[in-house]
Nanobody, 126 residues
Framework: QVLLVESGGGLVQAGGSLRLSCAAS????????MGWFRQAPGKEREFVAA????????YYADSVKGRFTISRDNAKNTVYLQMNSLKPEDTAVYYC???????????????????WGKGTLVTVSS
């Protein structure tokens, strides 16, 4: 069992930055690839970014490429999402997900997650 807890959401103006964190419980964090996903009001959950269990590979949605950076610290059981140049359309609840020993690209398949966090709200004002 892996428990995921997101933090770092909040209200920011367009063009600003936020860093989200997702802390994981358990001693097997380093065996899970991790991803960030988001769900805007009235929309389906969508993939944002992923990092492989080794940390060697990352994968991004086109809508955030060049603005968001995913990273992980296996010693702290934490994955991060640095979000820069935020836009109002980035407003959503952001979730982290975990899937054991898969590729970063495979993390884009939302239905494949083994575990989900409860989310943190990011609001970008114009």
């Amino acid at each position: 069992q892996v428990l995921l807890v997101e933090s770092g959401g909040g209200l920011v103006q367009a063009g600003g930055s936020l860093r989200l964190s997702c802390a994981a419980s358990g001693r097997t964090f380093s065996t899970y690839s991790m991803g960030w996903f988001r769900q805007a009001p009235g929309k389906e959950r969508e993939f944002v970014a992923a990092i492989s269990w080794s940390g060697g590979m990352t994968y991004y949605a086109d809508s955030v490429k060049g603005r968001f950076t995913i990273s992980r610290d296996n010693a702290k059981n934490t994955v991060y999402l640095q979000m820069n140049s935020l836009k109002p359309e980035d407003t959503a609840v952001y979730y982290c997900g975990a899937r054991r020993r898969t590729t970063a690209q495979a993390m884009a398949v939302i239905d494949g997650m083994d575990y989900w966090g409860k989310g943190t709200l990011v609001t970008v004002s114009s």
